[in-house]
C-alpha cells in the first residue's frame, strides 16, 4: 500500500477529536456518512480579505442563516461561525481535506473544526440556482476548496449540503461530497486512475426530523 493509499484510508476511519499540535493541520470535526470508502467533509470558501466580525443574522429565516454562515466563514469569521450553531447541533463532513474525524458536536468541537478550517485555508461556495428551502431544512451544492486538497492539486470539489435551521440557528449541518468529486479525489491520492469511470458506493444521509 503506498503513501497515499495509506492517507486515504486514514481519512475514511471516524474518531474522536484529537488535540492539535503546531506541527500538524486537522479537522477535529465536522460531519456520519460514506461515500466510495469514506464521507465528505465541507471545508469553506476562504476569501484572502478578512471581515472583523460578522454578525449574527436577525431573524429565524433559513436561507438568510444559510447566507450569513456563508460569509462567516469566507470571512474567517471563527465566532460569526460558531453563533449561528446551536449549542447541541451535530455536523458531518467526510472526508476531510486532512483525514481527520468529520462528525462534530457542540460548540467546543465546532471551534476546534472551524480553527483549523481557518487554518487549512478553506473556502465555500454556493452554485448559484441550487439553493433550495422546505421549511426549516436547506440544500444547496457547494464548491469546496481546502490546501491540503490544492497540495494534492485539486482546487475544488462539489458537495451537497444540508441543513436544518430552527430559530435562527443551525442544529444539524451535513456536507456529502458528490460522486464525481469522490472520484477526483480519490484519483488525486493515487487510489484509483483519473479515467476510472466506476462509480463509487455511497450512502446518503437523511435528516429525518432532526432539530
Given amino acids: 500500500m503506498n503513501a497515499k ?3 486515504l484510508v486514514d481519512s475514511l476511519h471516524l474518531h474522536r477529536p484529537r488535540t492539535r499540535s503546531a506541527t500538524q493541520r486537522r479537522w477535529p470535526v465536522f460531519a456520519p456518512l460514506l461515500i466510495a470508502v469514506g464521507l465528505l467533509m465541507l471545508p469553506a470558501f476562504v476569501l484572502p480579505t478578512r471581515a472583523d466580525h460578522v454578525q449574527p443574522i436577525e431573524g429565524s ?3 438568510a442563516v444559510v447566507a450569513a454562515y456563508v460569509a462567516a466563514v469566507n470571512a474567517r469569521d471563527l465566532e460569526g461561525i460558531l453563533a449561528l450553531y446551536t449549542d447541541d447541533a451535530v455536523h458531518v463532513a467526510l472526508p476531510t481535506p486532512d483525514g481527520s474525524a468529520g462528525v462534530c458536536r457542540g460548540k467546543e468541537q465546532f471551534r476546534m473544526f472551524y480553527e483549523q478550517g ?3 485555508g478553506d473556502q465555500i461556495e454556493m452554485v448559484d440556482g441550487t439553493l433550495a428551502v422546505a421549511d426549516d ?4 451544492l457547494s464548491r469546496l476548496a481546502s490546501d491540503p486538497w490544492r497540495e494534492l492539486g485539486v482546487e475544488t470539489l462539489e458537495a451537497t449540503t444540508e441543513a436544518v435551521v430552527v430559530d435562527g440557528q443551525i442544529t444539524t449541518h451535513v456536507v456529502m461530497l ?3 468529486s469522490v472520484r477526483e ?3 488525486a491520492l493515487g487510489t484509483i486512475p483519473a479515467s476510472s469511470p466506476q ?3 455511497s450512502h446518503g444521509v437523511h435528516l429525518g426530523n432532526a432539530r
Fill in 137 to 140: 431544512r436547506v440544500s444547496f
Fill in 5 to 7: 493509499s495509506i492517507r
Fill in 199 to 201: 462509480e463509487p458506493f
Fill in 118 to 120: 481557518v487554518a487549512n
Fill in 61 to 63: 429565516d433559513p436561507a
Fill in 178 to 180: 458528490t460522486p464525481a
Fill in 185 to 187: 479525489l480519490l484519483a
